[in-house]
């Protein structure tokens, strides 16, 4: 890789893993194993948006609490601008937060209801020794109008608010540091189906106007079908498929990244998208599947798939899929979901399709 590449990556992911439990219980005899994220690689370029989507349960919450360090990954590495963050002390981990922050997905429990809006955006600040008095005040001010919101609403507490408000206070305080890295945790999924767009609009926006690079956790394909610019596709712990974001909805490899986008309601009257359901339930991370672990719902599977794990190869450019079989599966159904020609039309589009499909998931 060349030093040019090489100074494009902000984040580099490799070879990730969490376990929880496994250990001896008091009563109970030993804890089952969950393997939670097994073995995750990517790497994310300076001031794209890189989605990270799945069904629930699937790993990509865990996986970017591993991203920030809030919680320790049980084997693997993640490295912010080249420096390997795993591998620091408290001390620095704590310094270097101020570049990489987090968006949580609930509104209500993220945000102390004891504290003002003021002293919630402000403790970043003083916690970091950002700013102090008059200028802290100052800052809380600016950043709550960059996310649509007077400034004398610092006074006020969390109760006082709408989801979609309070969603707009966790960016703020998520800005507080000026970040180069800001993590959203299924940012929209808690809000409601009518303002979704304009909280996924407002990120675009902040993302454009502060050179922030965006990694988005979602379920909501509707929502990430217009914001997105690579994503990653995960199953029970895995990627399974990882491609730019018009080249994942227009020719999908995997069977499981088909079924999601089938999926996606279609919000053009008279017109319906064909939906192959997967059957069965996602099994158990206690207990994975041999081979790979999408065989037993996949209608594709072969001897191979319930034997031998696969692994990410590159089928076209910048395109990469974990399936046996990817090279020899029928071609999908041309996508109703094509992309816009233009980033205006983007925004309107993901505003309707967000108000009238609300989130989706490989179930039927």
Do not use: W
């Amino acid at each position: 890789m060349s030093a040019a590449a090489v100074s494009d990556v902000i984040l580099a992911v490799e070879g990730v893993v969490k376990h929880f439990g496994g250990g001896r219980q008091l009563l109970a005899g030993r804890a089952p194993l969950i393997r939670a994220v097994d073995g995750v690689s990517f790497e994310v370029r300076r001031g794209e948006t890189f989605a990270i989507v799945g069904e629930s349960g699937c790993g990509k919450s865990t996986l970017a609490r591993l991203i920030l360090r809030l919680i320790e990954p049980t084997a693997g590495t993640v490295r912010f601008d080249g420096a390997d963050i795993t591998a620091i002390g408290e001390e620095d981990m704590r310094r270097l937060r101020r570049e990489m922050q987090m968006i949580f997905q609930d509104p209500f429990s993220s945000l102390n209801p004891r504290m003002t809006v003021g002293a919630l955006i402000g403790e970043p600040l003083a916690v970091h020794g950002i700013a102090s008095g008059r200028e802290r005040g100052q800052r809380v001010a600016d950043i709550l109008r960059k996310v649509g919101l007077p400034p004398e609403h610092a006074e006020r507490y969390p109760h006082e608010f709408s989801g979609g408000q309070r969603q707009r206070i966790g960016i703020a305080r998520a800005l507080a540091t000026g970040p180069r890295l800001v993590i959203g945790d299924e940012p929209v999924s808690a809000l409601d189906v009518s303002i979704r767009a304009q909280v996924i609009n407002l990120l675009e926006d902040l993302k454009a106007d502060l050179g922030l690079t965006l990694i988005l956790v979602a379920h909501d394909l509707a929502v990430i079908r217009h914001t997105s610019d690579r994503i990653a596709v995960m199953y029970l712990g895995e990627i399974v498929e990882l491609a730019d974001r018009d080249a994942l909805f227009e020719a999908p490899l995997h069977p499981y990244t088909r079924s999601l986008i089938a999926a996606i309601p279609v919000p053009v009257p008279g017109v319906r998208g064909s939906r192959p359901l997967l059957e069965g339930d996602p099994p158990s991370p206690a207990a994975p599947p041999p081979g790979c672990r999408f065989h037993t719902r996949c209608p594709h599977a072969e001897a191979i798939c319930k034997s031998e794990r696969p692994t990410l190869r590159a089928l076209a450019p910048r395109h990469t899929v974990a399936c046996h079989l990817a090279e020899r599966l029928p071609a999908p159904p041309p996508s109703v979901t094509a992309a816009p020609a233009s980033a205006a039309k983007r925004r309107r589009l993901a505003l309707f399709a967000g108000a009238r499909a609300g989130s989706v998931s490989a179930m039927p």
